[in-house]
Structure formats: C-alpha cells, structure tokens
C-alpha cells in the first residue's frame, strides 16, 4: 500500500494501515506503560503532520500491554535534568503533537485500557473520540509529583470536565473510572469488553464519511471554539459554503432526496 510515509522510521509506535483507510496506531513502550518520552512525542507529530495528506480516513490509538499511557517518562525526565528553557521546549513539542491530532482533520478515536494519567490524559484528550473499558482509569497526579502539567490539560482536559474538577483532580491525585468517567466527559464511552473493537467500529463508520467532511468536523470546530461568537458564526458559514457543496455529497444527497440513503433511528431498546 503505498501511503507516502515510511512506516519504518517509527521505532515507538506500530502502525497498520487497515483496507478501509482506518490507521491503527500503537503507542509500543508497554515496559514503560507507554510513558511517553521525547522520542515518541516526536513520531507522533511526524505521523499526524503526515496524516492528512497520505490517504488516512481515521485513527484507532492505542496501546501496547495493559496501559494506555501513563504520561511523561519521569525516569527520562529525571535523568535529563533539564533547564527551565529546555523543559519549557520539551512541553512545546508536545502542544505541537496533541495539536497535530486535534486540529489535523483526520479522525482520531483512542481506545483506552488502563492508566490514562498525567500525560497519558493530555494525549487521550487531544483524541476527538474516547472509548474505555472497566480496566481504564484517569488521574493527574501531578501535584502529588511535584510537577505540573504542561501538554494541554489546563486546555483539553479542563474543557472536558471543567476547572474545578480538574483543578480537584490536581490538588488531590483524585482518580476517575467507570460511568463516573463518562458521567464528567473524561469519555464517551464506556465498554464491558474491549475498547480496541468498539474504537474500531467507531473509527471504520467516521472513515466512510467523505474526508472534507471528516476534515471540518475535526478541526473548524476546534478553531471556532477558540474563537468570539461573531467571528465562529462567519467561519462556521464559511466551512458550510464549501463542505455543504462539495460534488462527492451530490450522491449522498441525491439518495436522500430519493430514500435509499439510511434514515436516522433511535438505538433499538
């Protein structure tokens, strides 16, 4: 399959492309729980700088073993003993990867299991869907640490589940799981068994949606959240002006006007 990236420059992350143009993306560090240090941080803005332009309908993030991600490698950080300036780079790095993701326009959906702490959470809340399993459990442990975030929670996470809860998740190492996690938008969903097979489903129905719709969808709202409710109204217009006229939704549409096209149905009970 030619997809116009060298899948073997990744050394800590695995990635499949599938048949349907869903990538399945493997964080490989399970003897790190998947920590992430700044070799992986880098392969991941390589891949989601590339993404968009190769062909990639979605995304299924994982993880290796029986964590998702357990956030920054602190032995690494430990080691490195960084300046406040290098540190400062550090972090830059990783708004640039979870921003890749966010604002790329290709559809990323992270399939949880385990720790998704610290770190772990920043890169899972850069992901557009969320599915955990019973195993899965959310923290930022960092003010237990001594640290304090610096790959987007104040950003990402406070607005999925507010500044007070993660402002109480901080101060106090409080861990989130199960429907309580859903319940404050840590997730979306939350599955008896495996949450790889359900971000798969997900995934495999985002990637036969039409790519510049799947485009708008993840990253014009992300920008027009960013912005004033005047200046949103104007790029939301915009974006509809060209995605609701693109010539691959003329079959769409024709279907609808004709009633072959599928109608929306609530879930049977």
């Known amino acids: 399959m030619s997809i116009g990236l060298d899948l073997t420059q ?3 992350l695995a990635i499949d492309p599938q048949d349907n143009g869903v990538w399945v993306v493997m964080l490989s560090r399970p003897h790190k729980r998947n920590a992430l240090d700044i070799a992986t941080i880098e392969e991941l803005i390589t891949l989601f700088s590339a993404a968009p332009r190769t062909g990639c309908k979605a995304v299924v993030l994982a993880g290796e073993g029986q964590h998702f991600c357990a ?3 602190l032995i690494e950080h430990h080691q490195a003993d960084r300046s406040p300036a290098e540190f400062m780079h550090v972090c830059l790095r990783w708004h640039e990867a979870f921003n890749k993701m966010e604002y790329g326009g290709v559809p990323v959906i992270a399939a949880l299991k385990g ?3 610290g770190g772990g959470l920043e890169l899972a809340s850069s992901a557009h869907i969320r599915v955990a399993d019973e195993t899965t459990y959310f923290a930022l442990p960092e003010g237990q640490r001594g640290l304090f975030t610096g790959g987007g929670a104040t950003i ?3 607005d999925l589940v507010g500044k007070a809860r993660m402002i109480d998740m901080m ?3 409080r861990v989130y799981q199960g429907r309580e996690a859903v319940d404050v938008g840590l997730c979306q969903y939350l599955v008896e068994g495996s949450s790889f097979d359900k971000a798969m489903e997900l995934a495999g129905r ?4 039409l790519p510049l719709t799947n485009f708008a969808i993840c990253s014009a709202i992300s920008h027009m959240q960013n912005m004033s409710g005047m200046d949103a109204a104007y790029a939301e217009a915009v974006v509809a002006g060209i995605v609701n006229t693109q010539p691959d939704a003329r079959a769409r549409l024709a ?3 004709d009633k072959t096209a599928a109608r929306v149905r609530p879930n049977a009970a």
């Open 10 to 12: 990744f050394i800590n």
């Open 206 to 209: 985002a990637a036969a949606n």
């Open 156 to 158: 990402r996470v406070a």
């Open 171 to 173: 101060l106090t190492g």
């Open 255 to 257: 279907a609808f006007a």
């Open 71 to 73: 956030g920054l490698d």
């Open 115 to 117: 720790a998704v702490v």
